[in-house]
Protein backbone atom coordinates (compact mmCIF):
# COMPACT_ATOMS: atom_id res chain seq x y z
CA UNK A 1 0.00 0.00 0.00
CA UNK A 2 1.46 3.42 -0.76
CA UNK A 3 -0.20 7.30 0.13
CA UNK A 4 1.31 10.10 -2.22
CA UNK A 5 4.41 7.13 -3.64
CA UNK A 6 5.01 6.38 0.16
CA UNK A 7 5.38 2.89 1.04
CA UNK A 8 2.78 2.35 4.31
CA UNK A 9 5.22 0.89 7.09
CA UNK A 10 3.17 1.55 10.00
CA UNK A 11 -0.25 2.61 10.55
CA UNK A 12 -1.31 3.97 13.77
CA UNK A 13 -4.93 2.85 15.57
CA UNK A 14 -6.79 4.77 17.94
CA UNK A 15 -9.99 4.61 20.23
CA UNK A 16 -13.23 6.20 18.25
CA UNK A 17 -13.48 10.18 19.83
CA UNK A 18 -17.28 11.08 19.91
CA UNK A 19 -16.68 14.36 18.65
CA UNK A 20 -18.45 17.25 18.58
CA UNK A 21 -16.78 19.77 17.25
CA UNK A 22 -13.53 20.56 15.37
CA UNK A 23 -11.17 23.64 16.06
CA UNK A 24 -7.83 24.67 14.81
CA UNK A 25 -4.88 25.89 16.94
CA UNK A 26 -1.37 26.54 16.21
CA UNK A 27 1.84 28.05 17.51
CA UNK A 28 3.87 29.42 15.04
CA UNK A 29 6.05 32.35 13.63
CA UNK A 30 4.98 35.16 11.19
CA UNK A 31 7.86 36.04 8.97
CA UNK A 32 6.02 39.18 7.93
CA UNK A 33 5.43 40.97 11.29
CA UNK A 34 8.81 38.76 12.97
CA UNK A 35 6.30 37.52 15.94
CA UNK A 36 4.93 34.36 17.48
CA UNK A 37 1.52 33.81 17.10
CA UNK A 38 -1.47 31.44 18.26
CA UNK A 39 -3.58 30.38 15.27
CA UNK A 40 -7.28 29.40 16.63
CA UNK A 41 -10.32 28.45 14.12
CA UNK A 42 -13.39 26.75 15.18
CA UNK A 43 -13.22 25.56 11.55
CA UNK A 44 -10.72 22.65 12.35
CA UNK A 45 -10.16 19.23 10.71
CA UNK A 46 -8.64 20.75 7.24
CA UNK A 47 -5.89 22.04 6.34
CA UNK A 48 -4.97 25.30 7.78
CA UNK A 49 -4.29 26.76 4.25
CA UNK A 50 -7.67 25.86 3.28
CA UNK A 51 -9.30 27.47 5.86
CA UNK A 52 -7.27 30.32 4.68
CA UNK A 53 -8.41 30.02 1.44
CA UNK A 54 -12.41 29.41 1.99
CA UNK A 55 -12.83 30.80 5.57
CA UNK A 56 -10.67 33.43 6.02
CA UNK A 57 -12.98 35.27 8.07
CA UNK A 58 -13.08 31.95 10.67
CA UNK A 59 -9.38 32.22 11.78
CA UNK A 60 -8.71 34.06 14.86
CA UNK A 61 -4.38 35.06 15.45
CA UNK A 62 -3.30 36.42 18.55
CA UNK A 63 0.36 37.76 19.58
CA UNK A 64 2.47 35.70 22.05
CA UNK A 65 5.73 37.58 21.61
CA UNK A 66 6.15 40.30 19.01
CA UNK A 67 7.32 44.36 19.31
CA UNK A 68 4.82 45.10 22.43
CA UNK A 69 7.21 42.10 24.66
CA UNK A 70 5.38 39.16 25.61
CA UNK A 71 2.02 38.28 26.24
CA UNK A 72 0.60 36.87 29.79
CA UNK A 73 -1.39 34.21 30.34
CA UNK A 74 -3.97 36.64 31.90
CA UNK A 75 -4.12 38.43 28.52
CA UNK A 76 -4.00 34.99 26.29
CA UNK A 77 -7.50 33.77 28.38
CA UNK A 78 -9.27 37.40 27.78
CA UNK A 79 -8.42 37.13 24.12
CA UNK A 80 -9.94 33.62 24.43
CA UNK A 81 -13.06 34.20 26.11
CA UNK A 82 -13.49 37.99 23.50
CA UNK A 83 -13.01 35.37 20.07
CA UNK A 84 -14.89 32.23 20.84
CA UNK A 85 -18.30 31.76 22.42
CA UNK A 86 -17.58 28.41 23.24
CA UNK A 87 -17.34 27.30 26.78
CA UNK A 88 -15.16 25.01 26.46
CA UNK A 89 -12.56 26.40 24.15
CA UNK A 90 -12.74 29.55 27.09
CA UNK A 91 -12.49 26.88 29.81
CA UNK A 92 -10.13 24.45 28.93
CA UNK A 93 -8.37 26.02 25.72
CA UNK A 94 -5.92 28.77 27.93
CA UNK A 95 -3.93 26.09 29.42
CA UNK A 96 -3.65 23.64 26.68
CA UNK A 97 -2.08 26.66 23.96
CA UNK A 98 -0.56 28.19 26.93
CA UNK A 99 1.32 25.15 26.99
CA UNK A 100 1.85 24.48 23.24
CA UNK A 101 3.25 28.00 23.38
CA UNK A 102 5.99 26.71 26.22
CA UNK A 103 6.67 23.93 23.71
CA UNK A 104 7.26 26.07 21.15
CA UNK A 105 9.85 28.05 22.85
CA UNK A 106 11.55 25.53 24.90
CA UNK A 107 12.44 23.28 22.11
CA UNK A 108 12.85 25.83 19.41
CA UNK A 109 9.92 24.62 17.10
CA UNK A 110 8.77 26.37 14.01
CA UNK A 111 5.28 24.59 14.59
CA UNK A 112 3.52 23.28 17.29
CA UNK A 113 -0.44 22.46 15.49
CA UNK A 114 -3.02 20.49 17.12
CA UNK A 115 -5.65 20.29 14.30
CA UNK A 116 -8.45 18.65 15.06
CA UNK A 117 -8.53 19.82 18.53
CA UNK A 118 -11.63 17.93 19.59
CA UNK A 119 -14.54 19.00 21.82
CA UNK A 120 -15.97 15.97 23.20
CA UNK A 121 -17.95 15.08 26.10
CA UNK A 122 -15.12 14.68 28.25
CA UNK A 123 -13.44 18.02 26.98
CA UNK A 124 -10.51 18.88 24.80
CA UNK A 125 -8.61 16.26 23.26
CA UNK A 126 -5.85 16.57 20.68
CA UNK A 127 -6.88 14.36 18.16
CA UNK A 128 -4.14 14.87 15.65
CA UNK A 129 -1.13 17.19 15.97
CA UNK A 130 1.79 18.09 14.19
CA UNK A 131 5.40 19.40 15.66
CA UNK A 132 8.52 20.99 13.32
CA UNK A 133 11.38 21.93 14.41
CA UNK A 134 13.92 24.24 13.96
CA UNK A 135 17.22 22.77 11.85
CA UNK A 136 19.01 25.27 13.60
CA UNK A 137 17.34 24.85 16.56
CA UNK A 138 17.79 20.82 16.40
CA UNK A 139 21.92 21.37 17.85
CA UNK A 140 20.77 22.92 20.91
CA UNK A 141 18.39 19.69 21.76
CA UNK A 142 20.18 16.67 21.30
CA UNK A 143 16.67 14.79 23.11
CA UNK A 144 15.46 15.54 19.99
CA UNK A 145 17.50 13.14 18.01
CA UNK A 146 15.06 10.62 18.10
CA UNK A 147 12.47 12.67 16.33
CA UNK A 148 14.48 12.58 13.28
CA UNK A 149 12.02 10.63 10.03
CA UNK A 150 14.85 9.51 7.53
CA UNK A 151 11.83 8.85 5.17
CA UNK A 152 11.32 12.53 5.06
CA UNK A 153 14.76 12.40 2.55
CA UNK A 154 15.89 10.33 -0.09
CA UNK A 155 18.55 8.36 0.18
CA UNK A 156 21.20 10.61 -1.91
CA UNK A 157 19.58 13.76 0.36
CA UNK A 158 20.64 11.49 3.52
CA UNK A 159 24.13 10.53 2.50
CA UNK A 160 24.85 14.89 1.73
CA UNK A 161 23.43 15.17 5.12
CA UNK A 162 26.19 13.54 6.35
CA UNK A 163 28.80 15.14 4.31
CA UNK A 164 27.88 18.45 5.46
CA UNK A 165 26.44 19.75 1.74
CA UNK A 166 23.08 21.02 1.40
CA UNK A 167 21.44 18.56 -0.95
CA UNK A 168 18.07 18.15 -2.81
CA UNK A 169 16.49 15.88 -5.21
CA UNK A 170 14.97 16.82 -8.39
CA UNK A 171 14.06 14.48 -11.06
CA UNK A 172 16.23 16.10 -14.52
CA UNK A 173 19.09 14.68 -16.41
CA UNK A 174 21.96 17.02 -15.61
CA UNK A 175 24.10 16.91 -11.67
CA UNK A 176 24.71 20.23 -10.76
CA UNK A 177 27.20 21.39 -7.76
CA UNK A 178 27.42 24.89 -7.63
CA UNK A 179 28.79 27.51 -3.92
CA UNK A 180 26.21 28.68 -2.40
CA UNK A 181 22.46 28.35 -2.12
CA UNK A 182 21.24 31.64 -4.30
CA UNK A 183 23.55 30.70 -6.88
CA UNK A 184 22.58 27.15 -7.14
CA UNK A 185 19.04 27.91 -7.23
CA UNK A 186 19.43 30.23 -10.17
CA UNK A 187 21.55 27.65 -11.96
CA UNK A 188 18.88 25.37 -11.62
CA UNK A 189 16.39 27.97 -13.10
CA UNK A 190 18.62 28.75 -15.93
CA UNK A 191 19.37 25.05 -16.77
CA UNK A 192 15.19 24.99 -17.16
CA UNK A 193 15.16 27.94 -19.26
CA UNK A 194 17.96 26.87 -21.88
CA UNK A 195 15.50 23.73 -22.23
CA UNK A 196 17.97 20.98 -19.65
CA UNK A 197 16.74 19.86 -16.50
CA UNK A 198 18.72 19.61 -13.18
CA UNK A 199 18.21 16.57 -11.54
CA UNK A 200 19.34 18.13 -7.98
CA UNK A 201 20.06 21.05 -5.99
CA UNK A 202 23.84 20.98 -4.10
CA UNK A 203 25.35 23.54 -2.45
CA UNK A 204 28.97 22.47 -1.98
CA UNK A 205 28.68 25.33 0.78
CA UNK A 206 31.55 28.35 1.33
CA UNK A 207 34.60 26.57 2.73
CA UNK A 208 36.99 25.69 0.27
CA UNK A 209 37.57 21.86 0.82
CA UNK A 210 38.62 19.55 -1.70
CA UNK A 211 37.08 16.40 -0.13
CA UNK A 212 33.83 18.39 -0.25
CA UNK A 213 34.10 18.46 -3.94
CA UNK A 214 35.14 14.80 -3.85
CA UNK A 215 32.02 13.54 -1.91
CA UNK A 216 29.56 16.21 -3.61
CA UNK A 217 30.66 14.25 -7.21
CA UNK A 218 30.35 10.70 -5.63
CA UNK A 219 26.66 11.53 -4.29
CA UNK A 220 25.89 13.32 -8.10
CA UNK A 221 27.40 9.98 -9.59
CA UNK A 222 24.86 7.58 -7.74
CA UNK A 223 21.92 9.47 -9.95
CA UNK A 224 21.52 6.80 -12.97
CA UNK A 225 19.37 9.40 -14.44
CA UNK A 226 22.57 11.82 -15.31
CA UNK A 227 23.26 12.77 -18.50
CA UNK A 228 25.74 15.33 -17.52
CA UNK A 229 27.37 17.37 -14.59
CA UNK A 230 27.40 20.95 -14.82
CA UNK A 231 29.52 22.65 -12.14
CA UNK A 232 29.20 26.26 -11.39
CA UNK A 233 31.91 28.05 -8.93
CA UNK A 234 31.79 31.64 -8.11
CA UNK A 235 35.10 31.44 -5.94
CA UNK A 236 34.40 34.15 -2.77
CA UNK A 237 35.66 32.25 0.67
CA UNK A 238 35.88 29.38 -1.76
CA UNK A 239 38.77 29.07 -3.63
CA UNK A 240 39.15 27.83 -7.02
CA UNK A 241 42.24 25.99 -6.60
CA UNK A 242 40.75 23.97 -4.04
CA UNK A 243 37.92 23.36 -6.27
CA UNK A 244 40.11 22.13 -9.25
CA UNK A 245 41.82 19.91 -6.67
CA UNK A 246 38.63 18.30 -5.89
CA UNK A 247 37.35 17.72 -9.37
CA UNK A 248 40.74 16.19 -10.03
CA UNK A 249 40.93 13.83 -7.19
CA UNK A 250 37.05 12.72 -7.93
CA UNK A 251 37.86 12.35 -11.30
CA UNK A 252 40.92 9.63 -9.81
CA UNK A 253 38.59 7.95 -7.34
CA UNK A 254 36.09 7.62 -9.17
CA UNK A 255 34.58 5.90 -12.42
CA UNK A 256 33.20 8.91 -14.09
CA UNK A 257 32.04 8.47 -17.73
CA UNK A 258 29.67 11.36 -17.97
CA UNK A 259 30.65 14.38 -19.44
CA UNK A 260 31.55 17.42 -17.25
CA UNK A 261 31.37 21.12 -17.82
CA UNK A 262 33.49 23.40 -15.50
CA UNK A 263 33.04 27.57 -14.71
CA UNK A 264 35.17 29.00 -12.24
CA UNK A 265 35.87 32.25 -11.63
CA UNK A 266 36.79 34.02 -8.50
CA UNK A 267 38.96 34.08 -5.99
CA UNK A 268 42.25 31.91 -7.44
CA UNK A 269 40.61 31.17 -10.77
CA UNK A 270 43.39 31.22 -12.80
CA UNK A 271 45.76 28.96 -10.41
CA UNK A 272 42.73 26.69 -10.44
CA UNK A 273 41.63 26.77 -14.32
CA UNK A 274 46.07 26.33 -15.13
CA UNK A 275 45.45 23.09 -12.51
CA UNK A 276 42.27 21.70 -14.76
CA UNK A 277 43.94 22.35 -18.34
CA UNK A 278 47.49 20.96 -17.20
CA UNK A 279 44.76 17.85 -16.09
CA UNK A 280 43.07 17.44 -19.26
CA UNK A 281 39.98 19.46 -18.30
CA UNK A 282 38.64 22.72 -19.25
CA UNK A 283 36.74 25.64 -17.74
CA UNK A 284 34.79 28.25 -19.26
CA UNK A 285 34.21 31.47 -17.03
CA UNK A 286 30.14 32.59 -18.52
CA UNK A 287 27.66 30.31 -16.48
CA UNK A 288 25.38 31.21 -19.54
CA UNK A 289 27.84 29.34 -21.65
CA UNK A 290 28.52 26.58 -19.32
CA UNK A 291 24.83 25.84 -18.41
CA UNK A 292 23.86 25.75 -22.66
CA UNK A 293 26.91 23.26 -23.02
CA UNK A 294 25.62 21.36 -20.18
CA UNK A 295 22.46 21.51 -21.85
CA UNK A 296 23.19 20.28 -25.47
CA UNK A 297 25.42 17.39 -23.66
CA UNK A 298 22.46 16.60 -22.12
CA UNK A 299 19.73 16.91 -24.44
CA UNK A 300 21.89 16.20 -27.63
CA UNK A 301 23.20 12.78 -26.26
CA UNK A 302 19.65 11.59 -25.58
CA UNK A 303 18.54 12.46 -29.17
CA UNK A 304 21.16 10.81 -31.14
CA UNK B 1 27.45 59.11 -0.78
CA UNK B 2 27.30 55.54 -0.41
CA UNK B 3 24.80 53.83 2.60
CA UNK B 4 25.33 51.91 6.16
CA UNK B 5 28.90 52.47 5.47
CA UNK B 6 31.94 54.72 3.95
CA UNK B 7 35.44 55.52 4.63
CA UNK B 8 35.10 56.87 8.07
CA UNK B 9 33.22 53.59 9.10
CA UNK B 10 35.25 52.46 12.33
CA UNK B 11 34.95 48.75 12.54
CA UNK B 12 35.58 45.82 14.91
CA UNK B 13 35.02 42.52 14.63
CA UNK B 14 33.91 39.92 17.48
CA UNK B 15 35.35 36.71 16.96
CA UNK B 16 38.50 38.54 15.27
CA UNK B 17 40.94 35.20 16.60
CA UNK B 18 38.74 32.59 15.15
CA UNK B 19 39.72 30.85 12.14
CA UNK B 20 37.12 33.27 9.74
CA UNK B 21 37.28 35.99 11.80
CA UNK B 22 41.00 36.84 11.76
CA UNK B 23 41.15 36.20 7.75
CA UNK B 24 38.43 38.21 6.77
CA UNK B 25 39.50 41.05 9.29
CA UNK B 26 42.61 40.96 7.53
CA UNK B 27 41.38 41.12 4.27
CA UNK B 28 38.87 44.01 5.10
CA UNK B 29 41.97 45.84 6.27
CA UNK B 30 43.27 45.38 3.43
CA UNK B 31 40.66 46.55 1.34
CA UNK B 32 41.10 49.78 3.50
CA UNK B 33 38.30 49.51 6.04
CA UNK B 34 39.18 50.89 8.65
CA UNK B 35 39.37 48.08 11.11
CA UNK B 36 40.41 49.38 14.63
CA UNK B 37 40.30 46.24 16.65
CA UNK B 38 38.80 43.06 17.68
CA UNK B 39 36.98 41.06 20.48
CA UNK B 40 37.47 38.07 21.87
CA UNK B 41 36.73 37.12 25.89
CA UNK B 42 39.37 35.99 27.64
CA UNK B 43 42.15 37.14 24.84
CA UNK B 44 41.91 40.91 25.95
CA UNK B 45 45.59 42.21 25.76
CA UNK B 46 46.69 40.12 22.76
CA UNK B 47 47.30 41.34 19.18
CA UNK B 48 45.52 40.02 15.52
CA UNK B 49 48.12 40.68 12.96
CA UNK B 50 48.01 44.71 14.13
CA UNK B 51 45.13 44.93 15.39
CA UNK B 52 44.32 44.76 19.04
CA UNK B 53 41.87 42.46 20.93
CA UNK B 54 39.64 43.39 23.67
CA UNK B 55 37.43 41.29 26.11
CA UNK B 56 34.46 42.90 26.13
CA UNK B 57 32.36 45.17 22.70
CA UNK B 58 32.25 47.88 25.71
CA UNK B 59 35.92 47.97 26.13
CA UNK B 60 36.37 48.07 22.38
CA UNK B 61 34.41 50.63 21.66
CA UNK B 62 35.63 53.21 24.50
CA UNK B 63 39.70 52.85 23.48
CA UNK B 64 38.60 52.68 19.67
CA UNK B 65 35.41 54.82 19.05
CA UNK B 66 34.20 51.60 16.88
CA UNK B 67 30.46 51.81 15.27
CA UNK B 68 30.24 49.53 13.62
CA UNK B 69 30.65 45.55 14.35
CA UNK B 70 31.11 42.52 12.24
CA UNK B 71 30.26 39.10 14.23
CA UNK B 72 32.08 36.04 13.14
CA UNK B 73 31.33 34.12 16.34
CA UNK B 74 29.97 30.42 16.06
CA UNK B 75 25.96 30.17 16.01
CA UNK B 76 25.80 29.11 19.52
CA UNK B 77 27.65 32.65 21.13
CA UNK B 78 26.12 34.84 18.09
CA UNK B 79 22.98 36.25 19.59
CA UNK B 80 25.13 36.95 23.08
CA UNK B 81 27.94 38.49 20.87
CA UNK B 82 25.06 40.70 18.95
CA UNK B 83 23.34 41.93 21.79
CA UNK B 84 26.52 42.76 23.60
CA UNK B 85 27.43 44.56 20.37
CA UNK B 86 23.88 47.02 20.76
CA UNK B 87 24.21 47.27 24.59
CA UNK B 88 27.58 48.45 24.09
CA UNK B 89 27.45 51.62 21.76
CA UNK B 90 27.79 49.94 18.33
CA UNK B 91 25.22 51.29 16.25
CA UNK B 92 25.54 48.91 12.69
CA UNK B 93 25.73 45.15 13.53
CA UNK B 94 26.51 42.45 10.59
CA UNK B 95 26.42 39.00 11.09
CA UNK B 96 27.84 36.87 8.92
CA UNK B 97 27.25 33.71 11.25
CA UNK B 98 24.84 30.79 9.96
CA UNK B 99 22.58 28.47 12.15
CA UNK B 100 21.24 30.67 14.13
CA UNK B 101 17.86 29.31 15.82
CA UNK B 102 14.74 31.43 14.27
CA UNK B 103 13.15 31.93 17.65
CA UNK B 104 16.70 33.32 18.84
CA UNK B 105 16.26 35.93 16.26
CA UNK B 106 12.88 36.97 16.83
CA UNK B 107 13.45 38.23 20.03
CA UNK B 108 16.91 39.88 19.04
CA UNK B 109 15.02 41.25 15.83
CA UNK B 110 12.34 43.04 18.44
CA UNK B 111 15.15 44.36 21.37
CA UNK B 112 17.38 45.36 18.25
CA UNK B 113 14.37 48.03 17.14
CA UNK B 114 13.69 48.82 20.85
CA UNK B 115 17.06 49.79 21.13
CA UNK B 116 17.20 51.14 17.42
CA UNK B 117 20.34 49.36 16.62
CA UNK B 118 20.67 47.87 12.96
CA UNK B 119 21.39 44.85 12.61
CA UNK B 120 22.40 42.97 8.67
CA UNK B 121 22.20 39.39 8.59
CA UNK B 122 22.55 37.26 10.00
CA UNK B 123 23.59 34.56 7.65
CA UNK B 124 25.17 36.83 4.94
CA UNK B 125 27.61 38.32 3.21
CA UNK B 126 27.92 41.26 4.59
CA UNK B 127 28.43 45.26 3.44
CA UNK B 128 30.23 47.03 0.84
CA UNK B 129 30.86 50.40 -0.15
CA UNK B 130 33.38 50.07 -3.35
CA UNK B 131 36.60 51.48 -2.77
CA UNK B 132 35.87 53.13 0.64
CA UNK B 133 34.75 50.40 2.90
CA UNK B 134 34.10 46.66 2.95
CA UNK B 135 32.60 45.18 6.21
CA UNK B 136 31.59 41.51 5.10
CA UNK B 137 33.37 38.47 2.99
CA UNK B 138 32.82 39.04 -0.17
CA UNK B 139 35.94 39.54 -2.91
CA UNK B 140 36.30 43.32 -2.76
CA UNK B 141 37.98 43.21 -6.22
CA UNK B 142 35.05 42.41 -8.20
CA UNK B 143 33.55 45.75 -7.03
CA UNK B 144 34.05 49.06 -9.03
CA UNK B 145 32.78 52.46 -7.25
CA UNK B 146 29.41 53.61 -9.02
CA UNK B 147 25.55 54.60 -8.77
CA UNK B 148 24.21 51.18 -8.84
CA UNK B 149 22.70 49.81 -5.28
CA UNK B 150 22.37 46.26 -4.99
CA UNK B 151 20.09 44.76 -2.23
CA UNK B 152 20.53 40.85 -2.10
CA UNK B 153 19.24 37.69 -0.04
CA UNK B 154 22.01 35.94 -1.26
CA UNK B 155 25.96 35.50 -1.31
CA UNK B 156 27.75 34.01 -4.11
CA UNK B 157 24.68 34.95 -6.43
CA UNK B 158 25.40 38.61 -5.20
CA UNK B 159 28.51 38.29 -6.57
CA UNK B 160 27.85 36.66 -10.05
CA UNK B 161 25.53 39.95 -10.38
CA UNK B 162 28.32 42.47 -9.36
CA UNK B 163 30.72 41.06 -11.18
CA UNK B 164 28.50 41.01 -14.42
CA UNK B 165 27.92 44.80 -13.75
CA UNK B 166 31.65 45.52 -13.24
CA UNK B 167 32.49 43.85 -16.28
CA UNK B 168 30.21 46.33 -18.03
CA UNK B 169 31.59 49.19 -16.39
CA UNK B 170 28.42 49.48 -14.29
CA UNK B 171 30.05 50.56 -10.67
CA UNK B 172 27.98 50.02 -7.66
CA UNK B 173 26.95 53.10 -4.54
CA UNK B 174 26.36 50.33 -1.98
CA UNK B 175 25.91 46.16 -1.75
CA UNK B 176 24.20 44.46 1.10
CA UNK B 177 23.43 41.04 1.75
CA UNK B 178 20.56 41.07 3.87
CA UNK B 179 20.81 37.17 4.43
CA UNK B 180 19.63 34.25 3.68
CA UNK B 181 17.38 33.41 7.18
CA UNK B 182 13.36 34.04 7.61
CA UNK B 183 14.10 36.33 9.75
CA UNK B 184 16.79 39.10 9.41
CA UNK B 185 17.11 42.51 11.06
CA UNK B 186 17.15 44.36 8.56
CA UNK B 187 14.82 44.37 5.09
CA UNK B 188 14.56 45.10 1.54
CA UNK B 189 12.43 47.73 2.66
CA UNK B 190 14.69 49.84 4.70
CA UNK B 191 17.40 49.92 2.41
CA UNK B 192 15.54 51.06 -0.68
CA UNK B 193 13.88 54.18 1.48
CA UNK B 194 17.48 54.24 2.12
CA UNK B 195 18.77 53.70 -1.69
CA UNK B 196 16.25 56.28 -2.68
CA UNK B 197 17.43 59.20 -1.00
CA UNK B 198 21.26 58.85 -1.19
CA UNK B 199 22.69 60.64 -4.49
CA UNK B 200 25.35 58.23 -5.40
CA UNK B 201 22.57 55.62 -6.09
CA UNK B 202 20.45 56.04 -9.32
CA UNK B 203 19.63 52.36 -10.08
CA UNK B 204 19.21 49.69 -7.72
CA UNK B 205 19.05 45.88 -8.47
CA UNK B 206 17.08 43.55 -6.08
CA UNK B 207 18.10 39.78 -6.04
CA UNK B 208 15.50 37.75 -4.13
CA UNK B 209 14.65 34.26 -3.58
CA UNK B 210 11.64 31.46 -2.74
CA UNK B 211 10.19 31.50 0.70
CA UNK B 212 8.32 34.60 2.84
CA UNK B 213 6.75 37.77 1.48
CA UNK B 214 9.62 40.28 1.48
CA UNK B 215 9.71 40.48 -2.07
CA UNK B 216 6.19 41.13 -1.84
CA UNK B 217 6.51 44.04 0.70
CA UNK B 218 9.44 45.40 -1.35
CA UNK B 219 7.14 45.67 -4.52
CA UNK B 220 4.51 47.83 -2.79
CA UNK B 221 7.36 50.05 -1.11
CA UNK B 222 8.71 50.57 -4.74
CA UNK B 223 4.99 51.61 -6.24
CA UNK B 224 4.37 54.04 -3.65
CA UNK B 225 7.74 55.28 -2.85
CA UNK B 226 10.45 54.55 -5.17
CA UNK B 227 11.08 56.67 -8.06
CA UNK B 228 14.40 55.26 -9.33
CA UNK B 229 14.86 52.25 -11.60
CA UNK B 230 14.76 48.69 -9.86
CA UNK B 231 15.38 45.75 -11.81
CA UNK B 232 14.68 42.43 -9.90
CA UNK B 233 16.37 38.63 -10.52
CA UNK B 234 14.36 35.88 -8.26
CA UNK B 235 16.00 32.66 -7.75
CA UNK B 236 13.93 29.03 -6.81
CA UNK B 237 11.95 29.36 -9.80
CA UNK B 238 12.66 25.78 -10.16
CA UNK B 239 12.58 24.64 -6.44
CA UNK B 240 10.27 21.77 -5.22
CA UNK B 241 8.16 23.15 -2.63
CA UNK B 242 8.14 22.31 1.38
CA UNK B 243 12.04 21.76 0.30
CA UNK B 244 14.71 24.39 2.03
CA UNK B 245 16.79 25.35 -0.78
CA UNK B 246 20.37 25.66 1.03
CA UNK B 247 19.08 28.77 3.22
CA UNK B 248 16.80 28.24 5.90
CA UNK B 249 14.34 30.59 4.81
CA UNK B 250 14.15 29.50 1.03
CA UNK B 251 11.32 27.59 1.27
CA UNK B 252 7.91 27.63 -0.86
CA UNK B 253 5.63 26.02 1.99
CA UNK B 254 2.25 25.60 2.04
CA UNK B 255 1.40 27.32 -0.87
CA UNK B 256 3.12 30.59 0.12
CA UNK B 257 6.83 31.90 -1.22
CA UNK B 258 6.98 30.77 -4.73
CA UNK B 259 8.85 32.49 -7.41
CA UNK B 260 6.10 33.44 -9.81
CA UNK B 261 4.16 36.31 -6.53
CA UNK B 262 7.33 37.55 -6.31
CA UNK B 263 7.91 38.26 -9.33
CA UNK B 264 4.28 39.26 -10.52
CA UNK B 265 4.24 41.92 -7.41
CA UNK B 266 7.52 43.28 -8.60
CA UNK B 267 6.27 43.52 -12.31
CA UNK B 268 3.35 45.50 -11.11
CA UNK B 269 5.30 47.76 -9.20
CA UNK B 270 6.71 48.73 -12.28
CA UNK B 271 10.04 46.79 -11.91
CA UNK B 272 11.97 44.69 -14.91
CA UNK B 273 12.40 41.28 -13.53
CA UNK B 274 14.82 39.33 -15.67
CA UNK B 275 15.22 35.78 -16.28
CA UNK B 276 18.61 35.09 -16.07
CA UNK B 277 21.50 37.36 -13.77
CA UNK B 278 23.76 38.08 -16.57
CA UNK B 279 20.90 40.23 -18.46
CA UNK B 280 21.37 42.57 -15.67
CA UNK B 281 23.53 45.26 -16.58
CA UNK B 282 21.57 45.60 -20.04
CA UNK B 283 18.15 46.02 -18.15
CA UNK B 284 19.68 48.64 -16.41
CA UNK B 285 20.93 50.69 -19.55
CA UNK B 286 17.24 50.91 -21.25
Known amino acids: ?304 | MSILIDEHTRVIAQGITGRDGSFHARQMLEYGTQVVGGVTPGKGGQTAGTLPVFDTVAEAVNKTGAQCSIIFVPAKFATDAIREAAESGISLIVCITEGIPVLSMVELYHELRRKKVRLIGPNCPGIISPDKCKVGIMPGHIHKPGVVGVISRSGTLTYEVVYGLTEKKMGQSTCIGIGGDPIVGTGYVELLEMFEKDEQTEAIVLIGEIGGAEEEKAASFIKTSVHKKVVAFISGRTAPPEKRMGHAGAIVSGGKGGAESKIRALQQAGVIVVDRPDQIPDAIKV
Open chain 1, 1 to 304: MTVKDFPVKQILVTELLGIQAEYYASITVERDSKEIVLIVSEAGGMDIEDIAEKMPQLIRTFTMYGAGGESSADELSKWLSSSFRDKIIRDQGPAIMWNMHKLFRDKDCSLVEINPLAVTADGLVAADAKIVFDDNGVPGHPELDRFQNPEEFTADELEARRAGLSFVSLTGEIGCMVNGAGLAMATMDCTKLQGGSPANFLDVGGSSNPDKVLNAMRILLKNEQLKAILINIFGGITRCDDVAEGIILAREKLDITLPIVIRLIGTNDRKGRKMLSDAGLTAVENMTDAISKAVNLATGGARR
